[in-house]
Nanobody, 124 residues
């Protein structure tokens, strides 16, 4: 069974950091582009960052540039999202997703597999 599992979310104070992990089972992430999306209630999922199979990275949205870093460890079949200098507006459910396409996309409909999501809450 093909599955993505996120972990690492939680409650953090403004200015703090979290590292989200996305681990695949049932398939090899090496050949997939992996994206992170976030979603708040009542809104569509929005792309945060993506890393393609060659290690190329796209960050979506000026708000995360310089603060969030996506990386992959193919040996562990895992993709990470390091989130620094967190702000209350980063509060959302974060989802990892995979596409067999060779490129990243900001459009959630172009992804094939999704994790169940992990909640990130930034609050004092």
């Amino acid at each position: 069974q093909l599955q993505l599992v996120e972990s690492g979310g939680g409650l953090v104070q403004p200015g703090g950091s979290l590292r989200l992990s996305c681990t695949a089972s049932g398939f090899n992430l090496d050949y997939y582009s992996i994206g992170w999306f976030h979603q708040v209630p009542g809104k569509e999922r929005e792309a945060v960052s993506c890393i393609n199979s060659m290690g190329g990275v796209i960050n979506y949205g000026d708000s995360v540039k310089g603060r969030f870093t996506i990386s992959r460890d193919n040996a562990k079949n895992t993709v990470y999202l390091q989130m620094n200098s967190l702000k209350p507006e980063d509060t959302a459910s974060y989802y990892c997703t995979a596409t067999g396409a060779g490129h990243c996309s900001r459009y959630y409909r172009e992804y094939d597999y999704w994790g169940q999501g992990t909640q990130v809450t930034v609050s004092s």
